[in-house]
């Protein structure tokens, strides 16, 4: 770790601060505004909607101006957009809420790309654990996020329009730090060529499977992760117990990220990952057998772990479907994959839950999990048969 990844990593950890608050705030701020209950995950669904609307925009500024600036950029939407979001709440007006968080989404899909941004730190034999280390740097937004969510509640007349407020400042002291960050200048190859046709790339198995693990793990653990607050509330758990186990969720996704590149690098992508997706089912075992505090509390945490696992190995993974004059446009792809799935968990999530309930959201995520599952056996058995053809 040198000081570019340390500072990149403390940036991660404040984009996990806005995440986890947004999630942990905005369907319960949309459950108190919404016109009809089903509609109170919209404002969580605009934030990923407005993540995968900005994917090429973002790919485009990365491009022109460079990993800082653009970087830079991204930070000050997330001031602006922070502070409409508290007005939207301090007006009670829930439609320019869910558009507030669609400005914010903007912010989501350009700090998405700090793990990329890391490999690009580090020695090629260390991007494992670069971008492992980086995303570990969430460990402190998930400690941070949810207790932010619960001090600044009551900070005006308003439930939660405080923590707008907060994240605005996060804003501000992320910018500061990323200002100290020299990234690398981009390849001369890549200014003058873009490689080869995207229409190439994406249809390499290698890249469809790092593509199709990296948004249905997301999607999986988004679809979960964002209806807890929502079914906590209604089993009649306070919303300190929510922001507990948001907290132990989201140590869950960082933790791991101070070794899971060693584990990477000692026994493989594919079998990290195939972990990732074994504790997804477990995450959902132990959620279908009560909904007690500790139920989900140990779901949730085992979830977390079990991202981590599948969406560092994806991430992992993409780095073999692309070069360095390639990567603007191909990792523009991974996050629009990633956005889409998130904009369509984080609207199913606030459905299912409020009209179907918490069992049949577990029983509903299985889909996705076997999806990936089936990905992972066919690029293992393809590499399998690789050495025999040859």
């Not at 998405?112 to 995303?135: H, I």
Request: with cysteine; proline share 4%; hydrophobic share 55%.
């Amino acid at each position: 770790m040198n000081r570019n990844l340390w500072l990149l990593a403390l940036c991660q950890a404040l984009f996990l601060v806005n995440n986890v608050t947004f999630i942990a705030i905005n369907g319960l701020v949309g459950w108190s505004l919404a016109p009809l209950g089903w509609m109170a995950t919209l404002p969580v669904m605009g934030y990923v909607v407005g993540g995968a609307l900005s994917t090429g925009l973002v790919a485009r500024t990365q491009k022109r101006w460079g990993r800082k600036h653009s970087f830079l950029l991204g930070l000050g939407v997330a001031f602006g957009s922070a502070l409409l979001c508290m007005a939207a709440v301090l007006a009670k007006n829930f439609w320019l809420l869910c558009g507030a968080t669609v400005v914010a989404g903007y912010y989501n899909a350009n700090a998405s790309l700090y793990r990329f941004a890391a490999a690009e730190l580090a020695a090629a034999p260390q991007r494992e654990k670069a971008v492992s280390l980086v995303m570990a740097g969430g460990l402190l937004g998930g400690i941070v996020g949810p207790n932010l969510a619960n001090a600044t509640r009551d900070w005006f007349a308003v439930p939660f329009a405080g923590a707008y407020v907060a994240l605005a400042v996060a804003a501000v002291v992320s910018a500061t730090l990323l200002a100290f960050i020299q990234f690398p200048q981009a390849p001369a190859a890549q200014q003058g060529n873009g490689g080869r046709p995207l229409g190439v790339i994406v249809r390499q198995p290698v890249f469809i499977v790092a593509a199709l693990a990296g948004s249905l793990g997301f999607g999986v653990m988004n679809l979960l992760m964002a209806a807890t607050p929502l079914a906590m509330q209604q089993c009649g758990l306070p919303f300190s117990a929510a922001a507990l186990v948001l907290e132990w969720h989201v140590i869950g996704m960082f933790a791991p990220g101070f070794f899971t590149g060693h584990l990477i690098k000692r026994y493989g992508t594919l079998p990290i990952m195939s972990v990732g997706l074994g504790l997804n089912l477990a995450c959902i075992a132990v959620a279908l057998s009560g909904v007690e505090l500790h139920h989900f509390l140990v779901a949730l945490f085992t979830l977390g772990v079990g991202w981590n696992f599948l969406f560092t190995g994806a991430t992992t993974l993409s780095l073999q479907a692309y070069t360095a004059e390639e990567k603007d446009k191909a990792q523009a792809v991974l996050n629009f994959c990633m956005f889409a799935t998130l904009a369509l968990t984080s609207f199913a999530s606030g459905v299912l839950v409020t009209t179907r309930g918490w069992t049949l959201l577990n029983y509903g995520s299985l889909v996705p999990v076997a999806l990936t599952a089936a990905g992972l056996l066919w690029l293992a058995l393809r590499r399998r048969a690789l050495p025999r053809t040859a």
